[in-house]
């Protein structure tokens, strides 16, 4: 019988259901925010938020909406937990990362509650695994309360080649100076390391450039500390 068809025992008891018939797609979407190892999961009606913060200055989020889910029910308002987010993407894998090819791994997980561990049951080829993984006190999470009307400028880049940009960086620089100007040189990322300063321009009509909005000049500078770990606390 699948895996997506079966009840499990107590089903009622869990405050969390949630099935997928690939299970592929929810662990390259979780894949994009893995940069740190713990991670604090949002659950409502409308479906999952999974946020990743790095010393309370960096925050990644991703949305998994409830219709992306063949079966999707929270039976309360909000349900939170923190976990290990290495070791859900481990177990997510578990019949490894390149499958036979029209060979799908399928995905039920529950959740019972403040507590309990996070239930994952996964199927692939007749084959049913069963991972329980501990959950852990959610922590508080910043609000980048971003209101639409206190906004100067917005930018939407591609992700692939905004990756390329940093990898030319000086990274023996302290900061990182971004630059977003109506004008020349419309965006820019500045660096101020052992060999001087450099610049990287990109005009408004780049390919990089997904959308262009702007209002006024505006400088932002970020501490860069490439050589220092922080730890999870």
């Known amino acids: 019988m699948p895996l997506l068809t079966q ?3 107590d089903e009622n ?3 969390l259901v949630a099935s997928l018939d ?3 797609n929810l662990s390259t979407i979780l894949k994009a925010i893995h940069f740190r190892e ?3 999961c949002f659950a409502t009606k409308n479906g999952i938020k999974v946020t990743v913060e790095n010393a309370k200055c960096v925050q990644a989020n991703a949305f998994i909406q409830a219709g992306i889910f063949q079966e999707f029910r929270v039976r309360e308002e909000s349900v939170t937990f923190r976990i290990n987010l290495t070791v859900l993407l481990d177990c997510l894998s578990i019949f490894g990362s390149s499958p036979v090819p029209g060979t799908f791994t399928a995905l039920r997980m529950c959740y019972q509650g403040y507590g309990y561990p996070l239930m994952l049951f996964l199927e692939e080829g007749g084959v049913v695994t069963v991972c329980k993984i501990n959950t852990q006190e959610p922590e508080e999470t910043l609000d980048f309360d971003f209101c639409s009307t206190n906004v100067i400028n917005k930018i939407i880049l591609q992700s692939e080649g905004l990756r390329e940009a940093f990898s030319e960086l000086d990274m023996t620089s302290e900061v990182l100076q971004i630059t ?3 004008d020349k040189p419309y965006f820019r990322l500045s660096t101020f390391g ?4 450099s610049h990287l321009d990109y005009p408004k009509d780049s390919d990089l450039m997904e959308s262009f909005h702007y209002g006024q000049i505006c400088f932002v500078e970020y501490y860069c500390c490439p050589d220092e770990e922080v730890p999870d606390s």
């Open 22 to 24: 690939n299970v592929r």
């Open 194 to 197: 052992n060999a001087g300063s």
């Open 7 to 9: 009840r499990i025992p």
């Open 38 to 40: 713990h991670a604090t």
């Open 180 to 182: 977003m100007s109506p």
């Open 13 to 15: 008891d869990y405050c």
